[in-house]
């Protein structure tokens, strides 16, 4: 390598791979460079039985019928979509209830309300702990520049938004974190431990899948997950989804089974075909507006009424 440089440069170059030796960032190899690093390992480990529960929120006492659940399942995030505005107390409440929690975060995303300003924010800032995320939608126009002065991301978000919206694939969404790579090429990137509460109180996989397993009215989330078939679209990986097999992006992409293109079923009765909102063609490489198909359009609106 160091022919195809001049002298000065040659010294340059030498200087980097100093720099990388002296902190153990690199070393020199002369013969099968590539035998020298161990094979990377594919395992994915967890130890919490649910590691997500995302709840469709009407009324925050809901909380403390999930309390000890959190805690006997190791549930490390939680986030709520709420269906009315919160106000500052309402919020330091959410926070206050898993004061002493093995939660990790909160993310709320909540209608955005007049009373939200700069104090409001601050006081959420100074009275919480868990809160991670802060998204305000349905807002018209910021109240104030958000800076990155709150130790939570803070979003105001114009439009409505619908839990609908979810189950999204594009670029922006990919998510190649090592953890989240592993646990989709071994189990599915959307619903392994993962659990739904809805705006019924329905518990399911998913908010806005179909079938339910009890509800958080009579019975617990620990009731729900014993149930049969809740764990079914844990372990389907996208190896094993139509189209999306072939696809390069497979393992950093999420695999909604609440929006697919309903198309094929395994021998075990389950949903194999690719998600709804995708618009990429793995064979042609191309990116499409999922919204423009006719077809998927007739699909989603039907899913929409169900």
Known sequence: MMK????????????????LLEKEYGFISKNDWDRNFPPLSNDYHDPSTINHIF??????????????????????????YCLKPLTAKELIEIDVTFKTSVLSGIEILSPFHQNIDLSFVQTIHQNTVRIYSLTFYNCSQSPFKANNEF????????????????????????????????????????????IGIDKNGNIKNCPLMPESFGSIHNSSLEEAIDQHGFKKYWDLT???????????????????????EGSDENKAGLDISKPLKCGYNPYTGEWKDWT??????KIFNSLEIR
């Not at 709840?55 to 709520?80: A, D, P």
């Not at 922006?172 to 990137?189: D, R």
């Open 4 to 19: 195809n440089y001049d002298e000065e440069s040659k010294e340059i170059v030498q200087e980097y791979l100093n720099l």
């Open 55 to 80: 709840i469709e929120l009407e009324e925050i006492t809901l909380l403390n019928k999930i309390k000890s659940s959190v805690e006997n399942l190791g549930i490390r995030h939680l986030v709520i």
């Open 151 to 194: 130790r939570f991301s803070l979003k105001f978000l114009k439009h409505e938004l619908k839990l609908s919206a979810c189950g999204k694939v594009e670029l922006k969404y990919f998510n190649t974190n090592i953890s989240k790579v592993l646990e989709a090429i071994n189990h599915n990137s959307c619903l392994h431990k993962k």
């Open 238 to 260: 996208k190896d094993s989804i139509e189209i999306c097999k072939d696809c390069e992006f497979r393992y950093v992409c999420t695999d909604c089974r609440a929006y697919t």
């Open 292 to 297: 423009k198909n006719p077809l998927k359009k």
